[in-house]
């Protein structure tokens, strides 16, 4: 009975407590603040950071929340007068003071803008900036964190990091260097320089001079999107995205250093904002005498990003760079017994992009950009001991206007293009050619759920040369699963685009004799499909990636015999046709750990099966169908490892490649004998780099390097010996900005 009683009480305790609780809840006189953000293609945003503080208190409370996955999130304060804050590192953040009453629900949906400059934003995959959780397309992103940290001078070293990137270059610091992705030829890749194209026309770029003077971020790209950039973008685009100022009390960032190889280099950085007007500028000076005959090395850059916003939805920019530089090419040293070295041969590169651009919006839906660009390339071969001097010439110049349209689950963008290109590729020869190209292109973005974004686009390009193509893209991304627990989000991805490629100038303009150019020729096709799946664990502090792709290569050019010509090496003519094709299939895997506050470990692993499926009988055998494709590696691989311990950094970084397709390009194959050197392999090699720096307090740091710290014997092009051990001190000085 006493333990019925007792039983009784305590249920009615309890159902007493509750009500009492439930009661006090729902007359609660806290204000609720709720709504939903998006991004200006009405994707929702997720893992915004918001907090509402009192304004008049100092070092008051701060209520925190965040949205969800579908950009809704819900805010409960007590009434007062708050200062809102919305965060998330891929967008600009926003900021609001709202007067809060007892017991009130308010609402307040935002439309956030994409922050270009964000690590996490894709602005090169897509018509317009977006996050790079909404992109089908594989991605790499270098942030300015990455370029400081491994303390890299040009553009190549990073790149040959990166996933399903692999590099060649003809010699050490300055040597001719040209970039394969996913397997595609050096001039399967468009390069952009702020939206402006510098590759050759038809060609390749020239990677050999690239400094990373202010440069903010670094996109690569992964598959065939002409869809978006016409032609050469066949399998990747890599694009340069520079620094833009945003701070009222200038940023100055001024360094110097030296060692290895009779090496120097110096260089400034100022950027700031000064009313609506940004600007940032960059300049630096390297040189070094290399560690050979005849191998010293010169470069002078600068690098300029400056804007005027006439209002927040109305803008106006200028990104311009320039590079020259002096190096000497001795040819293949590795070879001097039968190839003695040149001392005195030389390649003079000066290379200068820009881009004007007014990017404007007429209405909450539409925005508008229009873009004048303008790409020059002057290259000086020299011999003197011969008297011979070269002097190839190239410009390619236009502009772009495109338009989208946003809506609340997605958007759509048309535009068009159009370009001329100029080029003189032999002062000897006279020949001057000219071509032009137009094109109009679709693109479109569709969200029909939250976990699940599709694209398609197509552009019709027509060229003087080979006349109208029509190359397609699409893609899908879905979220399979959202998470902060052990097991987080996971996403996968689908893409497939077809690329073209024009022909070079010499291809269709040549005047020699010997190899006359063909204007008959059609362009270079390519057929690319990337799937793959991207796995976060513990609230994103590891990340596994995994894609497959499946590239095929048709209609390449290639010569074969022509007509008898007794003025001709061999005795014919050799003439351009469209012979070749090839494929390349493989898989990028990508890892990053963050192991603590302090430590994070990246790691990457392509595994790149290239094939000849068919190319001219007179091939040499090692280009013979079945063959892998040249100075393309079946197997490589990363690891980066960083360690920021209070004023201390240190970074290690490993690059592994296995062996490679490559040849000496002098032997003589007559069936299957071989006369000469006969090398058709480069062996594979692992390289080891140092990087650390020490903050010395009051923007003072010193820093040192050391790369290729094993002192490993290598080549990345059969017969140039690769730099051994270099190392370099220096003294940076970096007065940060302030608004």
């Not at 809704?72 to 809102?84: D, F, W």
């Not at 007014?358 to 020059?376: D, L, N, P, Y």
């Not at 190359?471 to 996971?490: K, N």
């Not at 390009?665 to 392999?681: A, Y």
């Amino acid at each position: 009975m006493k333990t019925t009683l007792l039983r009784t009480a305590f249920l009615s305790f309890v159902v007493s407590a509750v009500s009492t609780t439930l009661q006090a809840q729902n007359n609660s006189n806290d204000a609720h603040l709720s709504g939903k953000l998006t991004d200006l293609s009405g994707y929702g945003v997720g893992n915004v950071k918001i907090t509402a503080q009192l304004e008049s208190t100092k070092n008051a409370q701060v209520w925190p929340a965040a949205s969800g996955p579908d950009g809704a999130y819900l805010l409960t304060v007590p009434p007062g007068r708050y200062h809102i804050h919305f965060q998330q590192p891929s967008f600009v953040t926003r900021d609001f003071v709202l007067d809060l009453s007892a017991a009130e629900n308010r609402s307040l949906d935002l439309r956030l803008e994409i922050q270009r400059v964000s690590e996490n934003v894709v602005v090169t995959a897509n018509a317009q900036p977006l996050d790079l959780e909404h992109t089908p397309a594989p991605v790499d992103l270098i942030g300015r964190q990455e370029i400081e940290q491994r303390q890299a001078v040009s553009l190549p070293d990073l790149l040959v990091t990166q996933t399903g990137v692999s590099l060649a270059r003809t010699g050490t610091i300055g040597g001719f260097a040209t970039i394969f992705v996913d397997g595609g030829n050096s001039s399967f890749t468009k390069v952009l320089m702020d939206g402006t194209p510098v590759n050759l026309p038809g060609g390749d770029f020239l990677f050999s001079n690239l400094t990373v003077d202010n440069v903010d971020k670094v996109e690569i790209v992964h598959g065939a999107e002409s869809a978006l950039y016409g032609s050469d973008a066949m399998s990747g685009v890599i694009q340069i995205v520079s620094h833009q100022g945003s701070t009222r009390i200038p940023e100055i960032n001024l360094f110097a250093d030296g060692c290895g190889f009779s090496s120097a280099r110096g260089g400034a950085q100022i950027s700031g904002l000064l009313n609506k007007f940004d600007y940032s500028a960059a300049g630096s000076y390297f040189h070094t005498d290399g560690q050979g005959i005849n191998d010293a090395f010169l470069n002078r850059s600068f690098a300029g990003n400056f804007g005027y916003s006439f209002s927040d939805s109305n803008q106006l920019r200028l990104a311009v760079r320039s590079t020259a530089s002096y190096a000497g090419t001795p040819g293949q040293v590795l070879f001097a017994a039968i190839f003695p070295p040149d001392p005195t041969a030389f390649d003079d590169e000066r290379q200068l992009s820009g881009n004007l651009s007014w990017t404007f919006k007429t209405g909450s839906h539409w925005v508008h950009r229009i873009s004048g660009m303008e790409a020059r390339f002057v290259d000086t071969n020299g011999f003197p001991d011969f008297n011979f001097f070269e002097i190839a010439q190239f410009n390619r110049a236009g502009f772009l206007e495109q338009s989208t349209y946003s809506f609340r689950q997605g958007a759509v963008t048309a535009g068009y293009q159009y370009e001329v290109e100029n080029a003189d590729p032999n002062n000897l020869s006279g020949l001057h050619a000219r071509r032009n190209n137009q094109a109009g292109f679709l693109d479109a973005r569709w969200q029909p759920i939250s976990r699940l974004t599709l694209t398609a686009g197509a552009r019709a390009e027509e060229n003087t040369n080979f006349g109208t193509r029509v190359v397609p893209r699409v893609g899908a991304i879905y979220a399979l699963r959202y998470s902060q627990g052990l097991l987080g989000d996971t996403r996968a991805r689908i893409s497939y685009g077809q690329g073209i490629e024009e022909p070079t100038i010499f291809e269709s303009f040549d005047a020699d004799p010997c190899n006359p150019g063909n204007p008959n020729l059609r362009p270079e096709r390519s057929h690319t499909v990337n799937a793959g799946i991207d796995q976060y664990f513990s609230a994103d502090r590891f990340r596994i990636s995994a894609t497959f792709f499946a590239n095929e290569f048709r209609d390449l050019i290639d010569q074969q015999q022509g007509p008898a010509n007794s003025m001709c090496n061999g005795g014919h003519e050799m003439l351009f046709f469209n012979i070749d094709a090839a494929r390349a299939r493989g898989l990028n895997w990508s890892g990053e750990a963050h192991l603590n506050h302090w430590l994070v470990l990246k790691g990457n692993y392509s595994y790149d099966n290239t094939r000849v499926l068919k190319t001219v009988a007179t091939a040499r055998p090692f280009e013979q169908a079945g063959n892998h494709l040249l100075r393309r590696p079946v197997n490589s691989g990363n690891l980066w490892l960083n360690a920021t311990f209070r004023r201390v950094n240190f970074n290690l970084a490993g690059y592994f490649t296995g062996v490679r397709t490559d040849s000496d390009f002098d032997s003589i194959f007559t069936g299957n004998v071989c006369t000469g050197l006969c090398i058709t392999r480069n062996p594979g090699y692992a390289r080891f780099d140092l990087a650390t720096s020490y903050n010395f307090g009051r923007g003072l740091s010193f820093y040192g390097r050391v790369t290729n710290l094993l002192d490993k014997q290598y080549q990345e092009a059969i017969g140039f010996p690769a730099l051994g051990r270099d190392y370099r001190l220096g003294l940076n000085y970096r007065f940060t900005g302030r608004n």
